[in-house]
């Protein structure tokens, strides 16, 4: 289901006059090297680049304006770039263009603890404001996995391993400051928790992947660092079993912070890759946030709900650097699945379904990918009901490519019937265009093309990304 490569040979050259404008207005900061544009034009995926035909490093929200209001002049396309680490072809310039690059800004502008909250520049990485907020008693929490970009992860509306408990970009990201294809600046949002004041172009804008505009600035919440943390990691004799815990956990309302699925396959990955030394069964990593009290109530509980469906060798880890451990291995579970078959490329799934319908989809999931002869550890945020097939194929292989693309789009569709979606975080993109109308509804994806031609009638912010790329209107 990937989109053929575009030849760049085959693109109108950007005009002398805008190359000119944004050498001006840059200097060096505005590349057209062939290493920085194929940089540029990759994200972590397994998608082959496709490279912009410029760069431009911008410092601060007026580059952005200017540059934007150039490009929109000469109708050239615009892809904002962050830290490089999304998936679904976020990055790819399928109808060549320029690529923004903020990461140079990265500022944190001013942290309110008693408000909770900070304003930061979309350059800033989480692990860079979580160092900044050392002190203050509080964190940001949504976690990845990947050390991305603020700015990238509210426009892909990321989440990660703490969403069980501490929600999505989603529901953290309070106002943002956003430039529109033409330039025209957009405050959205504030600082109160809550408003009833017109439409919420804050979360309009969240998860839109730069098809709207480009992110400036950022406001985001910020939680209290609880008094204790414990982790743990347990196995089970299957899958289901392992997330029939997951759900009764939750049904019962055990207030976990992180719950994370790792099948065998992922488990001997991580041991090869991570160099840890865990059973090689399907099992689950547990992190819990509270009180000394509260946590260790909570320890009892999923204990007695983990023995009930056959775990064993639990496994507590109290000690930072312990849990740092063992979470880093969890996030290494990408690039260790990549390694267990050297030369191959990675198709990497993202179903989310409704928690009570999990094990269903987890389990026709892997009877599909047996069926098909195919390698593909399985992993996910199970708290919250979205797990990844990474789906490890030989890029010189049709066949095997086209049984992987056959498994991948079966699991979007499975999702969708089990009333969830094909993807719980990482967003469209290029790759899952297809699933938009079975997922929404025709009319809803009207509707969401009718916005994108209001705030981009030239169609020129990220184009080809959630939707094809329709014609440009005067």
Not at 107 to 122: G, H, K
Not at 158 to 172: I, Q
Not at 324 to 333: E, I, V, Y
Request: one cysteine or more; aromatic letters at 4%.
């Amino acid at each position: 289901m990937l989109p053929p490569a575009h030849d760049i040979a085959r693109l109108q050259p950007l005009p002398v006059a805008l190359v000119d404008e944004l050498t001006t207005l840059l200097g060096q900061r505005f590349s057209t090297s062939a290493s920085v544009r194929e940089h540029h034009g990759r994200d972590i995926s397994a998608l082959d680049p496709l490279p912009p035909q410029g760069v431009a490093f911008v410092n601060h929200l007026d580059e952005i304006i200017a540059v934007q209001q150039a490009c929109h002049r000469h109708r050239v396309p615009i892809i904002p770039y962050g830290s490089g680490s999304s998936l679904e072809g976020w990055l790819h310039a399928v109808h060549g263009g320029v690529c923004i690059d903020v990461s140079a800004m990265n500022q944190i502008l001013e942290i309110r603890v008693d408000d909770m909250d900070v304003t930061v520049q979309p350059g800033v990485t989480r692990k860079q404001l979580n160092a900044a907020l050392h002190g203050t008693g509080l964190f940001f929490p949504i976690d990845p996995g990947a050390d991305a970009s603020l700015g990238g992860m509210a426009a892909t509306r990321a989440s990660g391993t703490n969403a069980v408990r501490y929600g999505t970009m989603r529901e953290n990201v309070l106002a943002l400051t956003a430039v529109l294809a033409d330039g025209r600046v957009l405050h959205t949002g504030g600082r109160a928790r809550k408003s009833s004041s017109g439409y919420d172009l804050t979360h309009l804008l969240v998860g839109s992947g730069g098809t709207l505009a480009t992110v400036a600035e950022l406001t985001v919440k910020l939680h209290p660092i609880p008094e204790a943390i414990s982790a743990a990691v347990c196995n089970f004799p299957s899958v289901d079993q392992a997330v029939q815990t997951v759900i009764q956990a939750i049904q019962l309302g055990v207030p976990i912070a992180r719950i994370e699925l790792i099948d065998a396959l992922t488990v001997r990955a991580l041991n090869a890759y991570s160099k840890t030394r865990l059973n090689e069964a399907p099992s689950l990593f547990f992190e819990l946030h509270g009180s000394q009290s509260s946590v260790q109530e909570q320890v009892e509980t999923i204990r007695l709900l983990a023995d009930e469906h056959g775990g064993q060798d639990f496994e507590w880890a109290v000690h930072p650097e312990d849990r740092s451990r063992l979470w880093q291995a969890r996030h290494d579970g990408y690039f260790a699945a990549v390694a267990l078959r050297p030369g191959c490329r990675a198709l990497t799934t993202d179903a989310v379904v409704p928690i009570s319908r999990l094990a269903e989809c987890i389990e026709a999931t892997a009877a599909d990918l047996q069926q098909q002869g195919l390698l593909a550890p399985i992993f996910g945020h199970v708290g919250d009901g979205n797990f990844h097939a990474v789906i490890l194929v030989n890029p010189d292989d049709p066949e095997e490519v086209q049984r992987a693309d056959g498994v991948a789009q079966r699991l979007a569709e499975r999702a969708i019937a089990l009333q969830g979606s094909c993807t719980g975080e990482h967003g469209v993109g290029l790759t899952k265009q297809a699933y938009m109308s079975l997922e929404h509804g025709q009319n809803a994806v009207d509707v969401m093309a009718a916005i994108k031609a209001a705030l981009d009638p030239q169609q020129l912010m990220n184009p080809g990304k959630i939707f094809p790329r329709g014609p440009a209107v005067d």
